[in-house]
């Protein structure tokens, strides 16, 4: 497994593994091209047989990290991508000096509230309707050791 920088050629494939999960909050390769605006923004793309497999974006602000869209294309599904892909990003939590990695989740996503929580995570609050204005979004954070 490859986890690499996101490039132009890969928003395509982000927004084709968007189109393939149902009500996921999709960006389209416009919104990943606005991401390349945002300072604070990275977006990581995970390879897997020479394949982009799934994605993930994440903005550093110290002493967080926000997790803003991951997903895993259904051909790569349970093979590790996403957990490589977070597992990167708390590298780059830690090197950026970060406490906190904090996300929001669909409270009916059982498959990422599940990796979420094996990952450390724990539910901070809850949002209500927050996905179109029905289902609630589960606020999940781990905090991270400080390194001596």
């Avoid at 708390?90 to 669909?106: F, P, S, T």
């Amino acid at each position: 497994m490859l986890i690499r920088r996101a490039k132009k050629e890969d928003y395509a494939v982000f927004a084709a593994i968007e189109a393939e999960q149902p009500g996921f909050p999709a960006w389209g390769a416009a919104g990943f091209e606005a991401e390349e605006r945002n300072r604070n923004s990275v977006t990581l793309a995970a390879e897997l047989d020479g394949a982009v497999a799934g994605f993930i974006n994440f903005w550093v602000l110290r002493p967080q990290v926000q997790l803003n869209t991951l997903a895993v294309g259904r051909a790569f599904r349970r093979r590790g991508a996403a957990r490589a892909l977070v597992g990167k990003l708390a590298e780059y939590a830690a090197k950026n000096l970060c406490r906190e990695i904090d996300l929001e989740v669909n409270e009916h996503n059982s498959a990422a509230i599940a990796l979420y929580t094996a990952l450390g995570f724990e539910l901070a609050g809850k949002r209500p309707k927050f996905y179109n204005n029905t289902d609630a979004a589960l606020l999940l954070r781990k905090t991270l050791a400080p390194k001596d």
